[in-house]
């Protein structure tokens, strides 16, 4: 059975700093990897997708890596403002059976003070 | 990006009654729609995949008398909670497959129900 953990699961940073948030997986035959931003009381924001073939994938401020062989990724957030405060959750869909479900990690919360 | 479109966004209801969350997929066809409950502070749990004109697929667990789908078309899925109870309250949240963005899942903005 396919277990996601996200570390930390709460984190406080100044504004204007770099901060990775961390992904694990325990079955590392995934179809993809998806990382989503929550914010109080609402839906989820898809933020990056990766694919199983792919490494990493950028999108202005962010970059999320895989390593699928170890069962890790990382979110990596540049130059952190206040609007970046959220839950980030990670997901990954697939594993042994082919399973087309995501299966979502418990979320990091991240606040960034001004 | 494309859009998923949720239905209330927040409901209250007394209990003994249903209620019907839509969950539309706006710009694109969705033959897979799922649904999800979550907990405060609790991640998301999967409770039932739906399939476009079949039967939807539970998870272990969660009563499908209770919890009826209905995904009529390629872009509406419906989650009716019927006989709600208070413990029913929580937030609920639909997802559908993009099949033509490589597969990337799109969330709705959530609906809070709240049982009374």
């Known amino acids: 059975k396919q277990e996601v953990t996200q570390i930390p699961a709460a984190l406080s940073v100044p504004e204007g700093e770099n901060l990775v948030l961390n992904c694990s997986f325990t079955?590392?035959?995934?179809?993809?990897l998806q990382w989503f931003r929550q914010d109080p009381g609402k839906g989820l924001t898809s933020l990056l997708l990766?694919?199983?073939?792919?490494r990493e994938q950028t999108s202005g401020r962010l970059n999320a890596s895989l390593d699928k062989s170890s069962g890790r990724s990382t979110l990596y957030i540049a130059a952190s403002q206040p609007g970046d405060s959220a839950t980030y959750l990670c997901?990954?869909?697939?594993?042994?059976?082919?399973?087309?479900?995501?299966?979502f990690g418990k979320g990091t919360k991240l606040t960034v003070n001004p | 990006g494309a859009v998923v479109s949720q239905h209330p966004s927040w409901v209250i209801c007394k209990s003994g009654t249903s209620v019907k969350i839509e969950c539309r997929s706006l710009?694109?066809?969705?033959?897979?729609m799922f649904w999800y409950r979550q907990f405060p502070k609790q991640s998301l749990m999967l409770m039932a995949t739906?399939?476009?004109?079949?039967?939807?697929?539970?998870e272990q667990g969660v009563e499908k008398d209770k919890f009826l789908i209905n995904h009529a078309s390629l872009t509406l899925s419906t989650l009716t909670v019927t006989s709600a109870h208070p413990e029913d309250s929580s937030f609920y949240i639909c997802?559908?497959?993009?099949?033509?963005?490589?597969?990337?899942?799109?969330f709705g903005e959530g609906s809070w129900l709240t049982v009374v």
């Open positions: 997802s559908a497959r993009d099949l033509g963005a490589g597969n990337t899942i799109y």
């Open positions: 079955d590392s035959a995934i179809y993809n």
């Open positions: 990766i694919q199983s073939s792919q």
């Open positions: 997901a990954v869909r697939g594993g042994r059976g082919g399973s087309e479900k995501l299966v």
């Open positions: 710009d694109f066809q969705a033959t897979t």
């Open positions: 739906s399939n476009e004109g079949s039967k939807a697929t539970y």
